[in-house]
Structure formats: C-alpha cells, structure tokens
C-alpha cells in the first residue's frame, strides 16, 4: 500500500481526521537510511498508525552550516516509507511550515547552550520550535528519535515536560555500519579516506566504553587515546568535544560519580560535522 503524501495544512488534517486508533511520528529532514528505518518499525510496534515528516528544517541550520547541500531525496524517502507499511507521510514546504518569518519560537534555554550549543549556537532553538509545530500540526499519541542525537532527545523530553505536550517521546538505540560508523544523512559527504578517518569517533567510544569499571577519568583518558591519533591522520580529524554528562541534562558530571552517563563526541572531518555517543553506567565504588 503506498503511503498517503500530505504537502499542505489542509491535506494533513484531512488525513489525520481518517486516522483510527494511535498514531506514531517519525519526525525526519528525510534522507533517509536504516537508522530511519528502526525508527519507523519502532514506530509500528508503539502505535496503530504510523507517520513520518520530512522537512530539512532552516532554523536549525546556522550561517555556515550546510543547508544549501544537506541531501534532498524525496522520491527515494517516499520507496522506503511505503516498503515499510508508513500510513502517512507529511513532506511539507517551506511555505508551509514558515508562511511569514517566526516571530515566536521555542528558546532551548542553558541545556540548548552547551556541548553541542556551543559548537552550533541557535542549533537547539530552531530544532526544538520545528519539532513543536509538527507535534501540534500531526498530533500523535507517540513520537520516535534516535539516541544518536542524545542531546537533542534530552531536549526534546525536556520541553515536552515543561509545556505540558500530550506526546510520549520514545527513543531508538543507534544503527551503526558495519565498521561502526554511526548512521547519518551527513556520511555521503565523506570521502574514502574521510570515513577513515571519521571511525575513531566510535573508535573512541568504544575504547572509554571498555574503561567504565575503572571510572569516569579513565573512561576520557581512553577515548582521547584514540582521538589524540586521529588529529594527526590524512586527513585530520578536528575534536570539537569529548564530554561524560548526565543524560538527561547534558551537564558536565562531577567526580565521584555513579549512574548513567552519556560519552559524547563530536568532530569534523574535513567540512562534515559528525557526532556520537554511548550510554554508560557507572558502578558504585565498593
């Protein structure tokens, strides 16, 4: 069954008007790739119906970033959308989702300002006003996000916490290569040796992930290791951060500590900027 298209206001009201039972969104800037695809079969287990939004959001986009280049590929988004059984796809325009410039939007507050705030400033203020207006406009019982972007999903529970939005937000353990790149729209920019380069990222997650038992300062200490070497490859891998925060505040964690983390990492590899992450759990001190 092809999946119904919705471009305009008008069209998604009437199609969300036939929808019986719960609906699931998959909110997405489409190009999209496995990673995506999780999220749509996560989707399909949360709820009765499924939706996915495909619009590459400007707000979040900053004055050198890569909005002009960020991949469009509508056609192919919507073969992969019916292959998995989607029910509704919402492709809007820009006309649509902005008809006057916004005057009001959604301020991300100190958690927006740091970690990836602070190499992308603005970044969390247009991502969060954007995955506003589409939770209100689609309005779905349940809305899915990959742990990819685990600050953004931080975010995205925190605002629907503080306004009070009818939503239960469900995030999707990472989709990596089989090399352990983490799934991106962003990784059809790299070049072969580029994506060599780009694997210390999980390389380095991996190395501090092995050091957990022996705490939070081995735990940097090993993934600088590997992202100390990747500074030096051709070409170079450019650190932006390498961070242990609490999940679900994105602040630094202060030692001695025991419980869940987040290691982030972010970096460019020549001008893709590429991030990651992985759960931990530190254990109490015996």
Same mark, same amino acid.
């Given at each position: 069954?092809?999946?119904?298209?919705?471009?305009?206001?008008?069209?998604?009201? $009437?199609?969300?008007? +036939?929808?019986?039972? =719960? *609906? /699931?969104?998959?909110?997405? !800037?489409?190009?999209?790739?496995?990673?995506?695809?999780?999220?749509?079969?996560?989707?399909?287990?949360?709820?009765?119906?499924?939706?996915?939004?495909?619009?590459?959001?400007?707000?979040?986009?900053?004055?050198? $970033?890569?909005?002009? +280049?960020?991949?469009? =590929? *509508? /056609?192919?988004?919507?073969? !992969?959308?019916?292959?998995?059984?989607?029910?509704?796809?919402?492709?809007?325009?820009?006309?649509?989702?902005?008809?006057?410039?916004?005057?009001?939007?959604?301020?991300?507050?100190?958690?927006?300002?740091?970690? $990836?705030?602070?190499? +992308?400033?603005?970044?969390?203020?247009?991502?969060?006003t954007v995955v506003l207006k589409l939770l209100n406009l689609v309005r779905p019982d349940v809305?899915?996000?990959?742990?990819?972007?685990?600050?953004?999903?931080?975010?995205?529970?925190?605002?629907?916490?503080?306004?009070?939005?009818?939503?239960?937000?469900?995030?999707?353990?990472?989709?990596?290569?089989?090399?352990?790149?983490?799934?991106?729209?962003?990784?059809?920019?790299?070049?072969?040796?580029?994506?060599?380069?780009?694997?210390?990222?999980?390389?380095?997650?991996?190395?501090?992930?092995?050091?957990?038992?022996?705490?939070?300062?081995?735990?940097?200490?090993?993934?600088?290791?590997?992202?100390?070497?990747?500074?030096?490859?051709?070409?170079?891998?450019?650190?932006?951060?390498?961070?242990?925060?609490?999940?679900?505040?994105?602040?630094?964690?202060?030692?001695?500590?025991?419980?869940?983390?987040?290691?982030?990492?972010?970096?460019?590899?020549?001008?893709?900027?590429?991030?990651?992450?992985?759960?931990?759990?530190?254990?109490?001190?015996?």
């Amino acid at each position: 069954m092809t999946s119904t298209i919705s471009r305009t206001r008008d069209e998604l009201a $009437e199609a969300r008007s +036939r929808i019986k039972g =719960t *609906l /699931a969104l998959v909110p997405t !800037m489409g190009a999209l790739h496995e990673g995506h695809r999780s999220l749509i079969r996560q989707a399909r287990q949360s709820a009765d119906t499924v939706a996915v939004s495909i619009f590459v959001n400007p707000l979040q986009f900053g004055p050198d $970033e890569d909005f002009d +280049r960020y991949p469009r =590929t *509508l /056609a192919t988004d919507l073969d !992969m959308c019916t292959a998995e059984g989607v029910d509704l796809v919402f492709a809007p325009p820009h006309s649509v989702m902005y008809p006057d410039a916004p005057q009001v939007t959604i301020k991300s507050g100190p958690m927006g300002e740091v970690v $990836e705030g602070v190499t +992308r400033p603005g970044h969390f203020d247009g991502m969060l006003t954007v995955v506003l207006k589409l939770l209100n406009l689609v309005r779905p019982d349940v809305a899915i996000f990959g742990e990819k972007d685990a600050q953004q999903l931080a975010m995205i529970r925190r605002m629907v916490a503080d306004l009070n939005v009818p939503v239960e937000i469900v995030g999707c353990p990472t989709v990596r290569e089989p090399d352990g790149l983490a799934l991106s729209s962003r990784n059809r920019y790299l070049s072969e040796a580029e994506r060599r380069t780009a694997l210390a990222l999980s390389r380095a997650l991996h190395a501090g992930a092995d050091a957990v038992s022996e705490g939070p300062e081995a735990v940097i200490a090993a993934a600088s290791v590997v992202l100390d070497k990747a500074a030096t490859a051709d070409p170079p891998l450019l650190l932006d951060y390498l961070v242990l925060v609490d999940p679900a505040t994105f602040t630094a964690i202060t030692l001695p500590y025991a419980g869940p983390a987040v290691l982030a990492v972010a970096g460019r590899v020549g001008a893709t900027h590429l991030i990651d992450n992985v759960p931990l759990q530190f254990p109490e001190e015996p």
